[in-house]
C-alpha cells in the first residue's frame, strides 16, 4: 500500500451552458515502477496508478491506462464541455487496489 497519497483537483465552480471548461489533476503518489532495489539489493514491488477515470453526470469524460513509466505524483490537464449543473468525479485506481476519489461540483447559470 502507497503511503501518503493525496488526490488533488481544481476544477471552476460556475460555467455557461456548454463552456469548455480545463480540469487539472494531481496526485501525490511514489509510482514505485517494480525496477529499483532498496539498501539490501531486494526488488522494490511494483505500485503505481494504473487507471485514471473521470465522469461528469454519470458520463465518461475520459479514462486512461497508466504504465511503469509515468512519473511520480502524476498530474492530468484535459478539458471538457459543460452542458448543465452537475459534479464531476475523478477516480484514481491503484496496483494494490486501493481506490481514490475527489469530486466537484460545476453550477452553470
Same mark, same amino acid.
Given at each position: 500500500m502507497a503511503t501518503g497519497v493525496k488526490p488533488r483537483v481544481r476544477a471552476p465552480k460556475t460555467a455557461t451552458p456548454g463552456e469548455v471548461v480545463v480540469l487539472k489533476t494531481l496526485i501525490s503518489h511514489p509510482m514505485e515502477s517494480g525496477q529499483r532495489r532498496d +539498501?539490501?539489493?531486494?526488488?522494490?514491488p511494483r505500485s503505481i496508478i494504473n487507471r485514471f477515470t473521470c465522469t461528469y453526470?454519470?458520463?465518461?469524460?475520459?479514462?486512461?491506462?497508466?504504465?511503469?513509466?509515468?512519473s511520480t505524483n502524476? @498530474?492530468?490537464?484535459?478539458?471538457?464541455? !459543460?452542458?448543465? +449543473?452537475?459534479?464531476? !468525479?475523478?477516480?484514481? @485506481?491503484?496496483?494494490?487496489?486501493?481506490? @481514490?476519489?475527489?469530486?466537484?461540483?460545476?453550477? !452553470?447559470?
Open positions: +539498501s539490501d539489493g531486494n526488488i522494490i453526470g454519470g458520463e465518461t469524460v475520459i479514462e486512461m491506462e497508466l504504465h511503469g513509466a509515468i502524476p @498530474y492530468i490537464e484535459f478539458e471538457a464541455k !459543460v452542458p448543465a +449543473s452537475g459534479e464531476f !468525479v475523478f477516480t484514481w @485506481y491503484d496496483d494494490d487496489g486501493d481506490v @481514490y476519489e475527489e469530486r466537484a461540483e460545476v453550477t !452553470v447559470a
